[in-house]
């Protein structure tokens, strides 16, 4: 796909995300093998890169920005050639590799790496803390720390060891397979066996100590150690609060579920497959910190298992981790979602009239708008169709698209199909109309 105003003949997979993704190929599975000298910021990898080509392919274009390229490999020998440009990498091909067939690349790499800038959406991908890393994928940072097809609905499973030094905690996506010394390193072992998409993945690095909290499933905090207070007053409930999304949604979609607390302040949390990361300063029981946690776990289920296909279709990851926050307060003894969904549509119908929750354009597909209006969705939903149809189309909503991707008219056919209604109107006129539209009584 080319992109007006982007003058290559790189291909884009996503009008939202400029640059990056190509629609040519398919990751099925990537192996990070990384040594990180934190004290020097020294990044060195090796990616293995099994894909897919979904067309003809005379050569492949990868997502990788300021880090240097030392060695590529497609199929166990050396390409035609490659080069580096613009934030890609591009394989010139030997042999070309035809539609259907599967193939192998391995990519060795080094550098420094900092987060990629983008002007819509700031600062994203590896960065460095005050003593230790975070890595904030969302939207377009991935391709700051391996080489990828950094599209949102390219999902494929992990396995990433990371060797950096003794004293540091090392957190990634899914289970932790070994832990071992070796000299002056110790190598931590992740495998993420659910696909997952490349804005997910993630390596976070500190001083922490890891807390077990006793769950439906193994639960953990990695905080610093003089966060122990902070830790129980923030995520005390948590594992009574997967519980209940257990019961709304259906079964947590991953082995675990792995919350990161930095030493450094955050101004927001982070998502990541399997695992979320928030800031000290997150560290309280007040209702805009909690809230948060429970926005971040419900994107398991809403985000990470069920993942948008474009991302105009951000409200099916956003808006249903905000309606989860007021389902967490209904559950848990406090304001109900209904008395949520009021206060919060009083304040977007004093706000402009200008976004269309269906394609709200990259500029504004993280505003707050989005994730209100988008959980004002669902409750108006849940009004025109009563708990009983509501609470039961969502949970098959997730059960037929475990894994997978998903968009807007997939949901529209989905539930209206499981409420037996006519809802084009209603979806109509809050997905696709700027104006907003009244909010159906309550029951």
């Known amino acids: 796909m080319r992109i007006p105003g982007v003058h290559s003949d790189l291909p884009t997979a996503d009008p939202y995300l400029p640059g990056h993704g190509d629609r040519s190929w398919s990751a099925s599975r990537y192996e990070l093998e990384l040594r990180y000298d934190i004290g020097n910021n020294q990044l060195r990898g ?5 894909a897919v080509a979904e067309q003809n392919l005379e050569r492949v274009v990868l997502d990788l920005a300021h880090l240097h390229v030392d060695k ?84 494929a499973t992990y396995r990433i060891s990371i060797a950096t030094h003794p004293g540091y905690t090392v957190v990634a996506n899914g289970a932790l397979r070994s ?81 990161v607390v930095t030493a450094d302040d955050l101004e927001i949390p982070l998502e990541s497959q399997s695992l979320s990361t928030f800031g000290r300063n997150f560290l309280t029981d007040d209702w805009e910190a909690v809230r948060l946690v ?24 956003e808006g249903f981790a905000c309606y989860a926050e007021w389902l967490w307060s209904e559950w848990s003894g406090g304001e109900e979602a209904d008395a949520h969904a009021r206060t919060h549509y009083e304040r977007l119908a004093g706000l402009d009239q200008d976004l269309v929750l269906s394609d709200p354009g990259p500029e504004l597909m993280f505003d707050d708008r989005v994730y209100k209006r988008g959980a004002l969705t669902l409750h108006a ?63």
Not at 46 to 50: G, L, M, Q
Not at 101 to 127: C, N, Q, V
Not at 409 to 419: G, I, L
Request: glycine share 8%; charged share 25%.
């Open 294 to 317: 429970a926005h971040e776990l419900a994107h398991q289920w809403f985000g990470n298992s069920l993942t948008l296909r474009a991302w105009r279709d951000i409200w099916l990851h």
């Open 381 to 443: 939903l849940r009004l025109t169709v009563g708990d009983k149809v509501f609470f039961r189309l969502l949970q098959g909503w997730v059960r037929e698209n475990a894994g997978g991707s998903v968009t807007t008219a997939d949901f529209v056919e989905y539930a209206s199909a499981q409420a037996a209604a006519d809802l084009d109107d209603l979806f109509r006129s809050w997905l696709d109309q700027k104006r907003l539209p009244d909010l159906p009584a309550a029951s």
């Open 179 to 259: 832990r071992s010394r070796r000299g002056a390193t110790v190598t931590w072992v992740y495998e993420q066996e659910q696909p997952m998409a490349t804005y997910l993945a993630t390596v976070q690095i500190g001083r922490y100590d890891v807390r077990e909290l006793e769950a439906d499933v193994p639960t953990r905090v990695a905080a610093p150690s003089d966060a122990r207070d902070g830790v129980g007053a923030a995520f005390g409930r948590q594992p009574e609060m997967l519980s209940a999304f257990t019961e709304l949604f259906g079964p947590y979609p991953f082995a675990a579920y792995t919350v």
């Open 72 to 155: 590529v490999g497609v199929n166990g020998s050396t390409p035609a050639k490659y080069s580096t440009r613009r934030g890609r990498l591009v394989l010139a091909l030997r042999r070309p590799i035809r539609a259907g067939d599967s193939f192998t690349m391995t990519i060795r790499y080094s550098g420094k790496p900092r987060p990629l800038m983008d002007k819509h959406h700031g600062d994203a991908g590896w960065e460095e803390l005050t003593d230790g890393v975070i890595v904030a994928g969302q939207p377009h940072g991935a391709p700051s720390w391996f080489p990828c097809n950094d599209r949102p609905d390219d999902k």
């Open 46 to 50: 090796r990616a293995t890169i099994v």
